[in-house]
């Protein structure tokens, strides 16, 4: 029988078929299909978009883009969504070149041709050296020519062989500029304040020319043969054609103009110069002999061609600020032969971005009745990308800027306005008498009623959420924003590098509320910021208050500090704070103040106490201990804070510690961390009690970059006492260190030299069988050293970033989260990374519930709580306990942004979102029928056995 035959027979029976999918159905394990995105969301981001290429050459019109995260991506011009995306290496992405035949990416190291639109990889090339800025390359007809300090290099576009690679003679450049036409290579390499002009030709490099560069800084090259340099001397921007046939060349002033600081300047491939300052730009028609200004404009400009082949002008200027947050752009087209406006193109574009344009690519096109329209592609300061239309309408809108987060919390929600009048209801009301306090609890209860009434209605009506999307953010009805029966529903507050700081749902990763800051900078030493919640939500009738701490954006600058309500997102006061000091370190206090607000305390770089808000009251802070860490001469000093004043707060040394090397980690304990269980029970039962001291400072330290001598120490210290408790070394080891610190244990990983790989190490700290101090632990009066554990075991991957999870009362089991380079997160129990799991399992270890002991630590596919939803370059996982003690809200952050739900000990206190309650009901219903059908004959029998 044939296998046409077979298949035949067999579809000839349909009872046979439904009677085997039904024996396989329970089989089928796995996420259904309407559930990915049910519990968790992921949100992919591109960065920060240096270069943008409009390809329409199909019917689905994309627009390539690379950026400073070394992505290149296509997005939909239509909606925005990334259509393909590649993640490259960690190196420098320094254009993207549109050819006839594909793009190309340059890096440092390699040169790449995509397709526009799939996004295949048509062909890749190394280069031998590394490229060190934009202008080592060029286009030299149907040749890519590289230069490098030692060699230059021309590939072909079409196939990516590489045609020719010639010796440099140009050994020690500090900069190297390349021009091309078709059949010459131009490179002028700069070394010690001189300038030397070599040209490339039929396979050879010869000098040609020098002179002296000594006022000359910024230079540029682009299209073309020709050099730009801004002269400090004179503040003018000078240029030279590097094709002249002239023995002597030398540099010619542009125009009068002057600049107070360097222009950029982008050579254009028909000869013109387009010049950009900070706020304001100039188009220069360029020849041999002379510069011709040809239109001065405001805001940025570029010049593209139209259908017609034809080079124009377009400039994107501020027109006005709304009163309602919103900007007012104004979009004009100019000639470039004459400089006349083409009016045809003018237009005005209202947004809700408050950020100045930053760069501007148009793309034009014909409609279908020959009249001239265009869209344009703004990437504004604050990293949004918006692509707008001739009619003022902004298509879409990318929050690029969330591909760089520095900092984030959670924040619980405000109550509802039932649960907000109970607390009136039930607060203070001393002074009023019993009928005051009877009326005024009717008409409580009265207006609960009435709300609990309204709010049922619409959740039968319109659901329990109704969201209205809009061009940036979403609105959303009054009772989605209140807080859930488990705090579940959060706001995640985020400050990102570039100084905007969201307001996040937590259920969908939609942008709620967002804030430009454009004096936030994060700080040099750390970059990071640093966010406090102060107050939060729990404090009605009060609202939550956030601030943020950070470096202000110019050099030589202060501090900045910036307060708003997590919630809405307003700012609490007008402008932000800009000190005149730089802040050395912060912290918060542990006590708040009659407002329920913790004060911040902030000390400068000249040892002077400061506080935030300055009214704060500061008589629990003459107990606070801090301690600063210089990270490259690893040097640890502790200090003590004097005064209950902030006249008479003075700051003293406690201790001082050098640990020698470079600290390369970091971590304290999570204040926000609680430790329920003292100790683990032995098979003996006697209680091991855990080191819970809860000013323990892990400090990880490299000694060398050498392979072959280098070393990392692990330091256990007292934060308050600078008592050294622990010291480990792993000789010939290196970074990356990622490391965790909860409870008793410090989690970290890094590299062996030894044996080429990964390891995970962990270290627990235990006081023994008896207990110091059951109460309260003193760091300045305990002085046993306590007993550690210590183990290490191979890990096989790389990690990105290490975290734990945490919960409200910290009764549920740990996870350790791992971020690994592939993009999945994965999450491990504690029980598998702990020091005590034996090599022969006992009785009494299995009594314990410890595993046997294995070198290499299982990463199970099932443990990626990410599934399928790769997320990449995750810089820190940012753990938040929930309403559930089961429960553990997770959200990892960094390119991109994944959120979800876990549960360590999986969900005790909750039913599961599969629970039939219908079934339940009914069965319960139906028992209790059958109970009074029962009671009834019970009772009829019993009469009629009476009246026998």
């Not at 979403?474 to 570039?498: C, G, P, Q, W």
């Given at each position: 029988m044939n296998?046409?035959?077979?298949?035949?027979?067999?579809?000839?029976?349909?009872?046979?078929?439904?009677?085997?999918?039904?024996?396989?159905?329970?089989?089928?394990?796995?996420?259904?299909?309407?559930?990915?995105?049910?519990?968790?969301?992921?949100?992919?981001?591109?960065?920060?978009?240096?270069?943008?290429?409009?390809?329409?050459?199909?019917?689905?019109?994309?627009?390539?883009v690379s950026s400073k995260e070394n992505v290149v991506a296509a997005l939909s011009m239509s909606t925005g969504n990334i259509v393909w995306r590649h993640v490259l290496e960690d190196s420098t992405l320094f254009s993207l070149l549109e050819t006839p035949s594909g793009l190309i990416t340059i890096s440092s190291d390699k040169i790449r041709k995509w397709n526009p639109q799939g996004g295949f990889l048509q062909w890749e090339a190394t280069f031998g050296g590394t490229l060190s800025g934009r202008d080592t390359f060029a286009l030299s007809g149907t040749q890519l020519v590289v230069a490098s300090s030692d060699r230059v290099t021309a590939y072909s576009v079409k196939t990516g062989s590489e045609t020719y690679s010639l010796d440099a003679l140009w050994a020690g450049a500090d900069e190297l500029h390349v021009g091309a036409d078709d059949e010459t290579v131009y490179i002028a390499a700069v070394t010690k304040a001189r300038l030397t002009l070599y040209i490339v030709r039929d396979e050879i490099v010869k000098e040609k020319t020098s002179l002296s560069l000594s006022q000359h800084t910024s230079c540029s090259s682009g299209q073309g043969t020709w050099l730009s340099c801004y002269n400090s001397a004179?503040?003018?921007?000078?240029?030279?054609?590097?094709?002249?046939?002239?023995?002597?060349?030398?540099?010619?002033?542009?125009?009068?103009?002057?600049?107070?600081?360097?222009?950029?300047?982008?050579?254009?491939?028909?000869?013109?110069?387009?010049?950009?300052?900070?706020?304001?730009?100039?188009?220069?028609?360029?020849s041999s002999s002379q510069a011709t200004?040809?239109?001065?404009?405001?805001?940025?400009?570029?010049?593209?061609?139209?259908?017609?082949?034809?080079?124009?002008?377009?400039?994107?200027?501020?027109?006005?600020?709304?009163?309602?947050?919103?900007?007012?752009?104004?979009?004009?087209?100019?000639?470039?032969?004459?400089?006349?406006?083409?009016?045809?193109?003018?237009?005005?574009?209202?947004?809700?971005?408050?950020?100045?344009?930053?760069q501007i690519y148009p793309y034009l096109y014909s409609k279908s009745g020959g009249t001239e329209s265009y869209r344009l592609l703004i990437i504004f300061n604050d990293h949004t990308v918006a692509l707008a239309q001739q009619t003022g309408t902004i298509l879409w809108q990318r929050e690029e800027a969330l591909a760089s987060i520095s900092c984030m919390e959670m924040v619980d929600l405000p109550v509802s306005d039932v649960e907000a009048q109970m607390e009136e209801e039930f607060g203070s009301h001393s002074s009023n008498n019993v009928l005051t306090q009877f009326i005024g609890r009717i008409t409580a209860q009265v207006q609960q009623l009435t709300s609990f009434l309204i709010h049922s209605y619409h959740k039968y009506m319109v659901g329990l959420r109704v969201v209205i999307e809009t061009d940036d953010h979403?609105?959303?009805?009054?009772?989605?924003?209140?807080?859930?029966?488990?705090?579940?529903?959060?706001?995640?507050?985020?400050?990102?590098?570039?100084g905007k700081v969201y307001g996040l749902d937590s259920y969908t990763g939609k942008v709620i509320w967002s804030r430009y800051v454009r004096q936030l900078a994060p700080f040099l030493s750390s970059n990071k910021m640093i966010l406090y919640i102060q107050r939060s939500t729990a404090h009605y009738p009060h609202p939550p208050y956030a601030t943020i701490i950070g470096q202000q954006s110019c050099?030589?600058?202060?501090?900045?500090?910036?307060?708003?309500?997590?919630?809405?997102?307003?700012?609490?006061?007008?402008?932000?704070?800009?000190?005149?000091?730089?802040?050395?370190?912060?912290?918060?206090?542990?006590?708040?103040?009659?407002?329920?607000?913790?004060?911040?305390?902030?000390?400068?770089?000249?040892?002077?106490?400061?506080?935030?808000?300055?009214?704060?009251?500061?008589?629990?802070?003459?107990?606070?201990?801090?301690?600063?860490?210089?990270?490259?001469?690893?040097?640890?000093?502790g200090m003590r804070l004097s005064?209950?004043?902030?006249?008479?707060?003075?700051?003293?040394?406690?201790?001082?510690?050098?640990?020698?090397?470079?600290?390369?980690?970091?971590?304290?304990?999570?204040?926000?961390?609680?430790?329920?269980?003292?100790?683990?029970?032995?098979?003996?039962?006697?209680?091991?009690?855990?080191?819970?001291?809860?000013?323990?400072?892990?400090?990880?330290?490299?000694?060398e970059a050498n392979t072959e001598h280098s070393s990392l120490t692990v330091h256990l210290l007292d934060g308050v006492s600078g008592r050294l408790i622990f010291t480990c070394t792993h000789k010939r080891s290196s970074g990356p260190v990622h490391m965790v610190h909860s409870e008793n244990w410090v989690v970290y990983t890094y590299y062996n030299h030894k044996g080429r790989r990964i390891e995970i190490a962990v270290l627990e700290l235990y006081e023994g069988l008896t207990q110091v101090?059951?109460?309260?632990?003193?760091?300045?009066?305990?002085?046993?050293?306590?007993?550690?554990?210590?183990?290490?075991?191979?890990?096989?991957?790389?990690?990105t970033a290490l975290s734990t999870t945490l919960t409200e009362k910290g009764i549920s089991g740990k996870n350790i989260l791992m971020a690994r380079s592939v993009g999945g997160i994965v999450q491990v129990p504690k029980m598998f990374v702990d020091p005590r799991r034996p090599l022969e399992p006992s009785q009494a270890a299995k009594e314990e519930g410890l595993p046997p002991y294995m070198p290499e630590l299982p990463l199970s596919f099932d443990n990626t709580i990410n599934y399928n939803q790769s997320v990449y370059r995750i810089r820190d996982i940012h753990s938040e306990p929930s309403g559930l003690e089961s429960t553990s809200l997770i959200v990892a952050y960094g390119l991109d942004m994944f959120h979800t739900k876990v549960a360590p000990s999986s969900t005790y206190d909750r039913l599961k979102d599969d629970f039939d309650y219908i079934f339940i009901g009914g069965v319960t219903i139906g028992m209790i029928a059958i109970s009074f059908v029962s009671r009834y004959f019970a009772l009829r029998k019993l009469v009629t056995r009476a009246w026998k």
């Open positions: 296998k046409q035959m077979w298949q035949q027979q067999y579809l000839n029976f349909p009872i046979l078929n439904l009677f085997i999918f039904f024996i396989l159905l329970p089989s089928i394990t796995g996420l259904y299909e309407d559930q990915v995105g049910k519990f968790d969301w992921r949100l992919q981001h591109v960065g920060n978009i240096q270069n943008a290429v409009f390809d329409v050459s199909q019917k689905s019109k994309h627009v390539v004179t503040l003018h921007l000078e240029y030279l054609d590097m094709s002249q046939s002239v023995d002597r060349i030398q540099f010619t002033p542009l125009s009068d103009t002057t600049y107070a600081q360097p222009p950029t300047a982008d050579w254009l491939q028909d000869g013109g110069l387009l010049v950009h300052s900070p706020d304001a730009g100039s188009y220069y028609s360029i200004q040809i239109v001065s404009f405001k805001g940025v400009g570029v010049v593209t061609k139209d259908h017609n082949g034809v080079s124009i002008l377009i400039t994107l200027s501020l027109l006005s600020d709304t009163a309602d947050e919103k900007q007012v752009f104004e979009v004009k087209a100019y000639s470039t032969e004459d400089g006349k406006e083409l009016p045809t193109y003018s237009s005005t574009i209202h947004t809700s971005v408050l950020a100045a344009p930053a979403f609105a959303m009805d009054e009772d989605y924003l209140t807080r859930d029966e488990f705090s579940l529903h959060k706001i995640i507050v985020a400050a990102s590098n570039v050099e030589g600058c202060g501090s900045i500090i910036y307060s708003f309500n997590p919630v809405t997102g307003a700012p609490y006061t007008t402008q932000p704070i800009l000190t005149d000091y730089s802040v050395e370190q912060v912290m918060m206090m542990p006590t708040a103040q009659h407002d329920f607000l913790k004060p911040i305390v902030l000390l400068d770089s000249s040892r002077q106490v400061r506080v935030y808000p300055d009214n704060s009251n500061l008589d629990s802070a003459q107990e606070m201990f801090l301690f600063s860490a210089q990270s490259s001469t690893g040097t640890i000093e005064g209950n004043t902030l006249q008479n707060m003075k700051v003293e040394p406690t201790w001082k510690l050098m640990l020698g090397g470079s600290i390369v980690s970091l971590e304290t304990k999570q204040y926000r961390e609680h430790v329920h269980s003292q100790g683990k029970v032995q098979a003996n039962r006697d209680v091991l009690f855990k080191y819970v001291n809860p000013n323990l400072v892990a400090v990880i330290t490299e000694s101090n059951a109460t309260a632990f003193s760091s300045l009066q305990t002085n046993t050293s306590p007993l550690v554990m210590r183990q290490a075991y191979i890990l096989g991957t790389t990690l």
